[in-house]
């Protein structure tokens, strides 16, 4: 069966650093671009990254570029989100993504909470 477990999440203070993690399995995961998305409360869903199959072209919500990086290991089958110089309105859950075909075949995980608070 398809999974997207994503992990990492916490609680840090502003200027801080956390690394969120998303191991893939059930599918082939080389063959999926893949995305970080984020859900604050009260807001809508916001795409943050994404990065294509091999990792060669990568890009970035305007509200987290130069501050986060997204990037994939496809021999551990899993995606990460480097995130540094973190604001309190970085809060939010996180959530990871395999875009597939068509919408329908999208695989999502069950998200991360990443609390930006001093």
């Known amino acids: 069966q398809v999974q997207l477990v994503e992990s990492g999440g916490g609680l840090v203070q502003p200027g801080g650093s956390l690394r969120l993690s998303c191991a893939a399995s059930?599918?082939?995961?080389?063959?999926?671009?893949m995305s970080w998305y984020r859900q604050a409360p009260g807001k809508e869903r916001e795409l943050v990254a994404t990065?294509?199959?091999?990792?060669?072209?990568?890009n970035y919500a305007d509200s987290v570029k130069g501050r986060f990086t997204i990037s994939r290991d496809n021999a551990k089958n899993t995606v990460y989100l480097q995130m540094n110089s973190l604001k309190p309105e970085d809060t939010a859950v996180y959530y990871c993504k395999a875009w597939g075909s068509s919408r329908k075949y999208d695989y999502w995980g069950q998200g991360t909470q990443v609390t930006v608070s001093s």
């Open positions: 059930g599918f082939t995961f080389s063959s999926y671009a």
């Open positions: 990065i294509s199959t091999a990792g060669a072209s990568t």
